[in-house]
């Protein structure tokens, strides 16, 4: 990369991060920080969510579905169970989001089954998202490696660094406008190398449908009605992805508190509704990339022998012009950016409101809000130390899986587990906390089985949740059956 590539990287992080500042002014307490004041308007929410789950995953990680050989946009088709998934949210889900003042999703399960329940919850998210952002931060690191030639710690502690200063200063008011920011800046750079890539297949678009057309990469649709196949098919897209869409969507941390922070119930749907389609858009331009960098690689070996995370990235070092080398690198920070700025924040809310409110509410407002900021920034460091680790695991394991793969896998794992309890809470309304303590074990013994099974893992959100709502059901009939307590009310 040249001085003229390196200034545009530098503009971008220095820029973001005293936004994230200036932003963090006027805050003075934690309603403020986490919540910005229900002051948010719908559009910067809408952008938010996208960005949010647009990771570096999506960057590097999707376009190398369609690269590698035998890839195609079968992995487009878990956008449409994300569209229905989103929708099952707004109907079930978020009514009960705007009944009283919230600060995180959890508080709805003490409401519903109590304390211990709302805590249990926490941990899940607290483990689970720290530990799929800290991946996503390691893909960035590879990024940075491929373009800077830097060596990995340093690449991880830079993007770390970075995204911990704007994240603590500014607090989600800081996360949702960079956002936008970050938005545009990584859907620029996606058309950008789209359209380069284009240009630079010797015969332009019509070698590149005619590639397409003869690899099979055009491919949409499979039906394959089989549990255990890899890969994506029509009914994993749609009925795995819906429910890994409704539990992702509606009860996990990360993206419940942009909800949280929007003015009404209805500009939270609103948001949330068309996040969805945006989404489908996103994953089709990534996979088109994917098919043009093999076009591109089959016509010219430009690409040469690398990992499929490796693919685009390679492009763009090799391949794209000073200026276009730094936007790039930019549009890669600032989707990994936007997505652990969030987690960071997110995760400390959750901290603060399940598990240490009653010392919070002893404190002044002003201490109360150092003590979030400095536990954003202990987030940040247990993400990178995730992101060191995995660095030694893919350093050794050659045929380690795509890191989109492994996020979806730990995703589908516990938010299953979560979105098992809002539903047992919605359809068997008089079941109670031991119940549901009972039913989560049993959910967690059975998710934790299926991983040494071949079933595909977009499946596992609705083996987790189902298990949790049927021993449930089978516990609280057992229960009143035999005259014992079991209380609750509906969410």
């Known amino acids: 990369m040249g001085w003229l590539d390196a200034l545009v990287v530098l503009v971008y992080l220095v820029g973001t991060t005293a936004l994230g500042v200036v932003l963090g ?17 719908t559009w910067a929410l809408l952008v938010s969510i996208v960005a949010t789950e647009t990771s570096t ?50 508080h709805v399960l003490e409401q519903r089954f109590g304390r211990t329940t709302r805590r249990l919850a926490s941990l899940v998210f607290l483990l689970t998202r720290n530990l799929a952002d800290g991946l996503r931060l390691f893909l960035t690191a590879i990024a940075l490696n491929i373009a800077l030639g830097l060596p990995m710690v340093p690449c991880i ?57 003869a690899t099979r990469r055009w491919q949409f649709f499979d039906f394959n009605p089989s549990l255990t196949t890899p890969g994506m098919t029509f009914w994993v897209g749609l009925i795995g992805g819906g429910f890994l869409s409704l539990a992702s969507h509606g009860v996990d941390q990360l993206v419940v508190q942009r909800y949280l922070c929007a003015r009404s119930r209805a500009a939270a749907g609103w948001a949330l509704g068309l996040s969805g389609f945006i989404v489908f858009a996103q994953f089709a331009l990534f996979l ?44 890669v920070l600032s989707a990994a950016m936007s997505t652990v700025a969030s987690s960071l924040n997110s995760s400390a809310s959750s901290l603060v409101s399940d598990w240490i409110a009653p010392y919070v ?8 809000l150092r003590l979030s900021r400095w536990l954003t920034l202990g987030f940040a460091t247990v993400q990178g130390c995730v992101a060191l ?42 079941a109670g906390e031991r119940v549901a303590l009972l039913a989560f074990g049993v959910g967690v013994a059975v998710a934790t089985s299926m991983l040494w099974t071949p079933l595909n893992p977009f499946w596992y959100t609705l083996v987790g949740s189902c298990t949790i709502v049927i021993v449930g059901a089978v516990l609280d009939a057992m229960h009143r059956k035999m005259k014992l307590p079991s209380s609750g009310d509906s969410i």
């Not at 002014?25 to 308007?41: A, C, K, V």
């Not at 938005?183 to 005619?210: D, K």
């Open 288 to 331: 088109f990339i994917g098919v043009a960098l093999a076009c591109f690689d089959a016509a010219t070996g430009g690409i040469g022998a690398v990992k499929h995370d490796q693919a685009f990235m390679t492009f763009v070092v090799g391949h794209m012009g000073t200026g276009l080398k730094g936007l790039i690198l930019a549009a």
């Open 361 to 368: 509410a002893t404190l002044e407002e002003r201490k109360a």
């Open 157 to 213: 502690v830079i993007t770390t660094v970075a995204t911990a200063i704007y994240s603590c200063a500014g607090g989600v008011r800081s996360v949702v406008w960079n956002d936008c920011i970050q938005f545009a800046v990584y859907m620029l750079g996606a058309i950008v190398a789209a359209g380069l890539l284009l240009s630079l297949i010797p015969g332009g678009w019509h070698e590149l449908s005619t590639f397409g057309t």
């Open 389 to 430: 680790g995995a660095f030694e695991w893919w350093r050794r394991d050659t045929q380690a899986l795509a890191i989109v793969d492994l996020v979806l896998i730990i995703a589908g794992f516990a938010i299953g587990l979560l979105l098992g309890l809002y539903a047992l809470g919605l359809l068997i309304p008089r």
């Open 25 to 41: 002014r006027g805050q003075t307490s934690n309603r403020d920080y986490f919540l910005g004041g229900h002051r948010l308007p």
């Open 57 to 106: 995953v999506t960057f590097l990680s999707v376009p190398g579905k369609s690269f590698v050989a035998g890839g195609n946009f079968t992995f487009l088709q878990i956008a449409i169970g994300y569209i229905v998934g989103r929708f099952g949210v707004i109907l079930f889900l978020l009514p009960g989001y705007f009944r009283g003042e919230t600060l995180t999703a959890y």
